[in-house]
Nanobody, 115 residues
Framework: QVQLVESGGGLVQPGGSLRLSCAAS????????MGWYRQAPGKERELVAD???????NYADSVKGRFAISRDNAKRTVYLQMNSLEPEDTAVYYCNGKTGDFEVWGRGSLVTVSS
């Protein structure tokens, strides 16, 4: 069964940190470009960061220098380390995997940044 399962979301104060994890099953993980997207209330889903199989990364301008994406192909897991969190980072964060014409999404993990 093809599945992406996110974990690590929650409530954090401004300036704090969280690490999201996404565990994949049912796919040849190393062949996939893995990414994190987010959707804030009333806004469209947007790319936060992605990482190719070889490790090259891409970030949204709004998170550069604060967030870091990484992957462990042996564990079939992708991570998003989020530092210096701001209230504007509040959103549901979705894990995504793409290869060729095939795409898979996780169910999402809520991150709330609030004092």
């Amino acid at each position: 069964q093809v599945q992406l399962v996110e974990s690590g979301g929650g409530l954090v104060q401004p300036g704090g940190s969280l690490r999201l994890s996404c565990a994949a099953s049912g796919i040849i993980f190393r062949l996939y470009v893995m990414g994190w997207y987010r959707q804030a209330p009333g806004k469209e889903r947007e790319l936060v960061a992605d990482i190719a199989s070889g490790g090259s990364t891409n970030y949204a301008d709004s998170v550069k220098g604060r967030f870091a994406i990484s992957r462990d192909n042996a564990k079939r897991t992708v991570y998003l380390q989020m530092n210096s969190l701001e209230p504007e980072d509040t959103a549901v964060y979705y894990c995504n995997g793409k290869t060729g014409d095939f795409e898979v999404w996780g169910r999402g993990s809520l991150v709330t940044v609030s004092s």
